[in-house]
Every structure is written in structure tokens, then in C-alpha cells.
């Protein structure tokens, strides 16, 4: 991989993406020794323009991106870091820097709602009652709308599909959330199994 530092006055953009989801996190700026530094210990480290100096993102908060993969655009002058975070990755405690809104970003966004919904409980909120009533009401309710998805995929109603699907997903997130469980878990043990079975083809 060869990148030409000399372009940017011995700097290169580096966009992060989280390799599991394909979110895009955030963008930072690396000269040799942060790259170099970067590949030797498979944590993203940047050079800050502001304090002259090499920062290892996650070195105050402790929210460490794991690189998966570095690659370099065609003109060798941008770099495109895959890496799992280990939590946050804006200072303002969002998962990304870039405000995203595509369906499947939306999980996302769902997933902090719930979580809010736990903690500063209202009495309007249905998710709030839901978790006031504990585990076991919440898996009855996972249970029911999975019964109700199976009948809605036997006939040819796409609308009431989708819809029971929806359901479905979001009486999940709940339990999850629940169970102390972020879909990000989930996802990584998707894609380890997809790695597995990639492997022993």
C-alpha cells in the first residue's frame, strides 16, 4: 500500500468505518508515524492538527478502535480504516459523527430511544411500561408478535408482513435492552459465524 503524504503537507484523511455494520464513524488526518503506529498495534491512531502531536482514539474514554482493515483509495492519497469500536465514537457520546437516517441506521437510532425510554421512564411511554413489567412480559410479547409474523407470512398481505416484522424487531431491541444486550453483540456474532462458515468452504 503506497500513500502519498506529500500531497496534503505530509498529511492524509482517513475515514473510519465500522467494519461489522459499514457505518461510517468518523474522519481523521494521519502522517507516517500514525499510520505506522496504527498497523503495529491495530488501534486507530490519528495526528491531531490542533496539538501537534500523535492521539490514539480512545486513549482518554477508553473507546479504542480494533482495525480490521486498511486500505488506500485509488489515487493513494485517502485512507479508509474498517475497525470496531469499543464504544462511542463522537465526543458527543453518538455512535458516529455523521447523523445518519437510511433504514438500517434507523435500528440504531431506535435501539438509544429504547434505552432512554429505561432509563428516564414516563408514564405515556408504552416502552416505558413495558419495561416496568419486567422480563418475562417482554418475552411473552416477543413470543406473540413472532406467532403473529409466522401467520402474516403464510398469506399474501406484504403490508401486514412488513408491519408484524417491524413489531417483531422492536419488542426485540426491547428485550434486549432488557437483557443488557446491544445489537452490535448480536451482529458480531453473525459475523463470526459468517466468517466460520466462509472459511471452511
Not at 464504544?87 to 438509544?112: I, M, R, W
Not at 432509563?119 to 416505558?128: D, E, G, R
Request: proline letters at 2%; a neutral charge; charged letters at 30%.
Amino acid at each position: 500500500m503506497r500513500i502519498d503524504f506529500d500531497k496534503g503537507n505530509g498529511l492524509v484523511p482517513a475515514i473510519i468505518q465500522d467494519a461489522l455494520n459499514g457505518r461510517v464513524l468518523m474522519l481523521g488526518y494521519m502522517n507516517r508515524e500514525a499510520l505506522s503506529k496504527t498497523e503495529r498495534e491495530g488501534r486507530v491512531t490519528f495526528y491531531s492538527r490542533s496539538k501537534k502531536r500523535l492521539w490514539t482514539k480512545g486513549e482518554t474514554s477508553g473507546n479504542f478502535l480494533t482495525v480490521r482493515e486498511i486500505v488506500a483509495d485509488c489515487d493513494g492519497d485517502t485512507l479508509l480504516i474498517k475497525a470496531r469500536p469499543a464504544g462511542p465514537v463522537c465526543h458527543t457520546g453518538n455512535d458516529t459523527c455523521f447523523n445518519e437516517h437510511s433504514a438500517k441506521g434507523f435500528l440504531y437510532k431506535l435501539q438509544d430511544i429504547i434505552a432512554d425510554r429505561k432509563k428516564n421512564p414516563s408514564a405515556q411511554s408504552y416502552t416505558s411500561a413495558l419495561f416496568e413489567k419486567g422480563v418475562n412480559k417482554i418475552a411473552q410479547k416477543v413470543g406473540e408478535e413472532a406467532t403473529e409474523l409466522i401467520i402474516e407470512a403464510m398469506d399474501n398481505n406484504d403490508a401486514l408482513f412488513k408491519n408484524e416484522t417491524a413489531d417483531l424487531l422492536f419488542h426485540l431491541l426491547v428485550l434486549l435492552q432488557q437483557r443488557g444486550v446491544q445489537l452490535e453483540e448480536i451482529e458480531e456474532i453473525l459475523a463470526q459465524r459468517h466468517a466460520g462458515s466462509a472459511q471452511k468452504k
